[in-house]
Protein backbone atom coordinates (compact mmCIF):
# COMPACT_ATOMS: atom_id res chain seq x y z
CA UNK A 1 0.00 0.00 0.00
CA UNK A 2 1.60 3.58 -1.04
CA UNK A 3 1.42 6.58 1.44
CA UNK A 4 -0.45 9.06 0.71
CA UNK A 5 0.59 12.69 1.20
CA UNK A 6 -1.85 15.40 0.22
CA UNK A 7 -3.42 13.13 -2.34
CA UNK A 8 -0.11 11.51 -4.14
CA UNK A 9 0.87 7.98 -2.93
CA UNK A 10 4.27 7.34 -1.90
CA UNK A 11 5.77 3.66 -2.79
CA UNK A 12 7.73 3.05 0.70
CA UNK A 13 10.96 2.03 -0.02
CA UNK A 14 14.65 2.52 0.07
CA UNK A 15 16.94 3.16 -2.35
CA UNK A 16 17.90 -0.34 -2.70
CA UNK A 17 14.51 -1.72 -2.69
CA UNK A 18 13.21 0.79 -5.59
CA UNK A 19 15.93 0.20 -7.67
CA UNK A 20 15.17 -3.90 -7.79
CA UNK A 21 11.64 -3.28 -8.54
CA UNK A 22 12.52 -0.86 -11.18
CA UNK A 23 14.87 -3.54 -12.42
CA UNK A 24 11.67 -5.71 -12.53
CA UNK A 25 9.73 -3.38 -14.25
CA UNK A 26 12.42 -3.31 -16.79
CA UNK A 27 12.41 -6.94 -17.73
CA UNK A 28 8.52 -7.49 -17.13
CA UNK A 29 5.99 -7.29 -20.16
CA UNK A 30 4.26 -3.94 -21.49
CA UNK A 31 5.35 -0.14 -20.52
CA UNK A 32 6.16 1.24 -16.71
CA UNK A 33 7.10 4.46 -15.68
CA UNK A 34 8.58 6.03 -12.81
CA UNK A 35 7.89 9.23 -11.12
CA UNK A 36 9.48 10.93 -8.52
CA UNK A 37 7.75 13.97 -6.93
CA UNK A 38 8.93 16.64 -4.42
CA UNK A 39 6.65 19.01 -2.38
CA UNK A 40 6.36 21.16 -5.20
CA UNK A 41 4.86 18.33 -7.75
CA UNK A 42 2.46 17.70 -5.01
CA UNK A 43 1.46 21.17 -4.53
CA UNK A 44 0.73 21.15 -8.42
CA UNK A 45 -1.01 18.21 -7.87
CA UNK A 46 -3.30 19.56 -5.90
CA UNK A 47 -4.46 21.87 -8.31
CA UNK A 48 -3.86 19.82 -11.58
CA UNK A 49 -5.51 16.96 -11.58
CA UNK A 50 -4.22 15.67 -14.72
CA UNK A 51 -1.00 16.09 -13.21
CA UNK A 52 -2.27 14.00 -10.37
CA UNK A 53 -3.83 11.11 -12.21
CA UNK A 54 -0.53 10.98 -13.91
CA UNK A 55 1.57 10.87 -10.95
CA UNK A 56 -0.67 8.20 -9.47
CA UNK A 57 -0.52 6.68 -11.93
CA UNK A 58 2.76 5.54 -12.48
CA UNK A 59 4.38 1.49 -11.22
CA UNK A 60 7.03 3.53 -8.91
CA UNK A 61 6.41 7.38 -6.49
CA UNK A 62 9.72 7.81 -5.32
CA UNK A 63 9.93 10.75 -2.94
CA UNK A 64 12.40 13.17 -4.30
CA UNK A 65 14.06 14.72 -1.54
CA UNK A 66 13.57 15.56 2.13
CA UNK A 67 10.51 17.48 1.90
CA UNK A 68 7.98 14.70 1.64
CA UNK A 69 9.83 12.37 4.03
CA UNK A 70 9.16 15.12 6.56
CA UNK A 71 5.77 14.96 5.27
CA UNK A 72 5.12 11.86 5.94
CA UNK A 73 6.81 11.57 9.39
CA UNK A 74 4.46 14.60 10.06
CA UNK A 75 1.49 12.68 9.01
CA UNK A 76 2.22 9.70 11.33
CA UNK A 77 3.10 7.56 8.46
CA UNK A 78 6.87 7.75 7.88
CA UNK A 79 8.67 7.11 4.80
CA UNK A 80 11.81 4.62 4.86
CA UNK A 81 14.11 7.01 3.31
CA UNK A 82 14.35 9.96 0.61
CA UNK A 83 15.13 8.35 -2.95
CA UNK A 84 15.92 10.87 -5.63
CA UNK A 85 15.35 10.63 -8.81
CA UNK A 86 18.96 11.55 -9.77
CA UNK A 87 20.36 8.96 -8.00
CA UNK A 88 17.85 6.09 -8.93
CA UNK A 89 18.68 6.53 -12.16
CA UNK A 90 22.81 6.37 -11.78
CA UNK A 91 21.92 3.13 -9.67
CA UNK A 92 19.69 1.90 -12.64
CA UNK A 93 22.08 2.48 -15.22
CA UNK A 94 25.09 0.76 -13.26
CA UNK A 95 22.59 -2.68 -13.13
CA UNK A 96 21.26 -2.09 -17.03
CA UNK A 97 25.25 -1.64 -17.93
CA UNK A 98 25.62 -4.80 -16.46
CA UNK A 99 22.55 -6.45 -18.34
CA UNK A 100 23.36 -4.50 -21.45
CA UNK A 101 20.05 -2.51 -21.74
CA UNK A 102 20.10 0.36 -23.49
CA UNK A 103 18.46 4.03 -22.81
CA UNK A 104 17.27 6.76 -24.33
CA UNK A 105 17.28 10.26 -23.15
CA UNK A 106 15.01 12.73 -24.12
CA UNK A 107 14.51 16.07 -22.74
CA UNK A 108 16.53 19.29 -21.72
CA UNK A 109 17.86 22.05 -24.23
CA UNK A 110 19.78 21.10 -27.95
CA UNK A 111 22.75 19.31 -27.37
CA UNK A 112 22.36 18.58 -23.92
CA UNK A 113 20.99 15.24 -24.21
CA UNK A 114 23.86 14.26 -26.28
CA UNK A 115 26.49 15.84 -24.15
CA UNK A 116 24.78 13.81 -21.19
CA UNK A 117 25.11 10.87 -23.52
CA UNK A 118 28.79 10.73 -23.63
CA UNK A 119 28.86 11.08 -20.32
CA UNK A 120 26.81 8.26 -19.09
CA UNK A 121 28.64 6.24 -22.01
CA UNK A 122 32.12 6.74 -20.30
CA UNK A 123 30.90 5.96 -16.71
CA UNK A 124 28.89 3.52 -17.54
CA UNK A 125 30.59 0.81 -19.52
CA UNK A 126 28.38 -1.60 -21.12
CA UNK A 127 25.57 0.65 -21.35
CA UNK A 128 23.82 1.18 -24.67
CA UNK A 129 22.32 4.94 -25.27
CA UNK A 130 20.16 3.93 -27.96
CA UNK A 131 19.42 7.57 -28.74
CA UNK A 132 18.41 11.75 -27.94
CA UNK A 133 16.25 14.31 -28.36
CA UNK A 134 16.05 17.60 -26.92
CA UNK A 135 13.07 18.37 -24.97
CA UNK A 136 11.41 21.24 -27.01
CA UNK A 137 9.12 19.89 -29.47
CA UNK A 138 6.11 20.70 -31.03
CA UNK A 139 4.49 17.40 -31.83
CA UNK A 140 4.76 13.90 -29.88
CA UNK A 141 4.36 11.68 -32.58
CA UNK A 142 7.89 12.28 -34.44
CA UNK A 143 9.52 11.97 -31.02
CA UNK A 144 7.80 8.71 -30.06
CA UNK A 145 8.51 7.04 -33.42
CA UNK A 146 11.56 8.06 -32.57
CA UNK A 147 12.33 6.65 -29.28
CA UNK A 148 10.07 3.10 -30.70
CA UNK A 149 12.27 2.96 -33.49
CA UNK A 150 15.63 3.08 -31.56
CA UNK A 151 14.09 0.23 -29.44
CA UNK A 152 15.45 1.48 -26.18
CA UNK A 153 14.29 -0.39 -23.08
CA UNK A 154 14.57 2.40 -21.15
CA UNK A 155 13.39 6.19 -21.67
CA UNK A 156 14.57 9.27 -19.31
CA UNK A 157 11.95 11.73 -19.89
CA UNK A 158 13.24 15.36 -18.07
CA UNK A 159 10.78 17.86 -19.31
CA UNK A 160 10.35 19.17 -16.05
CA UNK A 161 7.06 18.68 -14.06
CA UNK A 162 4.49 18.23 -14.50
CA UNK A 163 5.25 18.11 -18.41
CA UNK A 164 7.69 15.28 -18.07
CA UNK A 165 4.76 13.15 -15.91
CA UNK A 166 1.86 13.28 -18.28
CA UNK A 167 3.71 12.83 -21.27
CA UNK A 168 4.87 9.59 -20.16
CA UNK A 169 1.25 8.56 -18.99
CA UNK A 170 0.22 9.63 -22.50
CA UNK A 171 3.04 8.21 -24.27
CA UNK A 172 4.79 5.62 -22.30
CA UNK A 173 3.04 2.49 -24.26
CA UNK A 174 3.42 3.51 -27.85
CA UNK A 175 7.12 4.32 -27.70
CA UNK A 176 7.58 0.50 -27.09
CA UNK A 177 10.07 0.97 -23.99
CA UNK A 178 9.80 -1.64 -20.98
CA UNK A 179 10.10 1.29 -18.13
CA UNK A 180 10.31 5.69 -18.57
CA UNK A 181 11.15 7.31 -16.15
CA UNK A 182 10.59 11.44 -14.84
CA UNK A 183 13.90 12.93 -13.96
CA UNK A 184 13.61 16.63 -14.55
CA UNK A 185 16.57 18.88 -14.64
CA UNK A 186 18.85 15.47 -14.35
CA UNK A 187 20.51 15.47 -18.28
CA UNK A 188 21.74 19.00 -17.64
CA UNK A 189 23.90 17.38 -14.84
CA UNK A 190 24.16 14.29 -16.37
CA UNK A 191 26.02 16.63 -19.01
CA UNK A 192 27.89 18.76 -16.50
CA UNK A 193 26.03 22.14 -17.37
CA UNK A 194 24.51 22.31 -13.55
CA UNK A 195 26.31 20.99 -10.39
CA UNK A 196 24.15 19.12 -7.42
CA UNK A 197 24.51 20.40 -4.66
CA UNK A 198 27.16 18.85 -2.16
CA UNK A 199 27.11 16.04 -0.24
CA UNK A 200 27.14 18.42 3.18
CA UNK A 201 23.87 20.46 1.75
CA UNK A 202 21.88 17.42 0.30
CA UNK A 203 22.47 15.16 3.65
CA UNK A 204 21.47 17.92 5.80
CA UNK A 205 18.12 18.47 3.64
CA UNK A 206 19.40 21.70 2.00
CA UNK A 207 19.79 21.00 -1.14
CA UNK A 208 16.50 23.35 -1.93
CA UNK A 209 18.54 26.05 -0.53
CA UNK A 210 21.64 25.59 -2.07
CA UNK A 211 19.65 25.29 -5.55
CA UNK A 212 17.85 28.50 -4.51
CA UNK A 213 21.13 30.69 -3.80
CA UNK A 214 22.46 29.19 -7.32
CA UNK A 215 19.20 29.73 -9.15
CA UNK A 216 17.76 32.60 -7.46
CA UNK A 217 14.97 32.83 -9.89
CA UNK A 218 13.60 29.77 -8.49
CA UNK A 219 11.95 31.60 -5.96
CA UNK A 220 8.84 31.69 -7.19
CA UNK A 221 8.43 27.87 -7.44
CA UNK A 222 10.11 27.65 -4.59
CA UNK A 223 7.55 29.55 -2.23
CA UNK A 224 5.54 26.34 -2.82
CA UNK A 225 7.58 24.57 0.01
CA UNK A 226 6.35 26.61 2.89
CA UNK A 227 3.53 26.34 1.29
CA UNK A 228 2.98 22.21 1.14
CA UNK A 229 4.00 22.37 4.91
CA UNK A 230 1.12 24.73 5.88
CA UNK A 231 -1.24 22.17 3.67
CA UNK A 232 0.70 19.06 5.62
CA UNK A 233 -0.03 20.90 9.10
CA UNK A 234 -3.86 21.55 7.87
CA UNK A 235 -4.33 17.62 7.28
CA UNK A 236 -2.01 16.83 10.16
CA UNK A 237 -4.89 18.66 12.31
CA UNK A 238 -7.78 16.81 10.39
CA UNK A 239 -6.64 13.56 10.99
N1 LIG B 1 12.56 21.19 -20.26
C1 LIG B 1 12.33 20.59 -21.48
N2 LIG B 1 11.23 20.95 -22.19
C2 LIG B 1 10.34 21.88 -21.75
C3 LIG B 1 10.57 22.48 -20.48
C4 LIG B 1 11.70 22.10 -19.75
O1 LIG B 1 13.09 19.73 -21.91
O2 LIG B 1 9.37 22.16 -22.46
C5 LIG B 1 13.74 20.78 -19.50
C6 LIG B 1 14.65 21.91 -19.04
O3 LIG B 1 15.54 22.28 -20.10
C7 LIG B 1 15.37 21.24 -17.89
C8 LIG B 1 14.30 20.31 -17.33
O4 LIG B 1 13.31 20.16 -18.33
O5 LIG B 1 16.44 20.47 -18.37
C9 LIG B 1 13.60 20.82 -16.07
O6 LIG B 1 14.51 21.15 -15.15
P1 LIG B 1 14.11 21.68 -13.70
O7 LIG B 1 15.37 22.01 -13.02
O8 LIG B 1 13.05 22.71 -13.80
O9 LIG B 1 13.44 20.37 -13.12
P2 LIG B 1 13.41 19.79 -11.66
O10 LIG B 1 14.59 18.89 -11.57
O11 LIG B 1 13.43 20.93 -10.71
O12 LIG B 1 12.10 19.07 -11.69
Known sequence: MRIDVLGVGFDNVTM?????????????????????????????????????????????VLPDGI???????????????KTPGIEFAAHLMEKMAGEGKSLY???????????AAKHLADQYPGLAVAGTHDGYFKEDGPVVEAIRRSGADVVFVCLGAPKQEKWMAKNGAATG?????????????FAGVVERAPKFWSDHGLEWFYRLCR????????????LFLVHVKQEKRKK
Open 177 to 189: ARLLCGLGGSLDV
Open 16 to 60: DEAVERGMVLLQSQGTHYVVTPNPEIVEVCREDPEAKAAVNGADL
Open 105 to 115: LLGAKPGIAEQ
Open 215 to 226: EPKRIGRMMKLP
Open 67 to 81: GIVKGAAMLGTPLKE
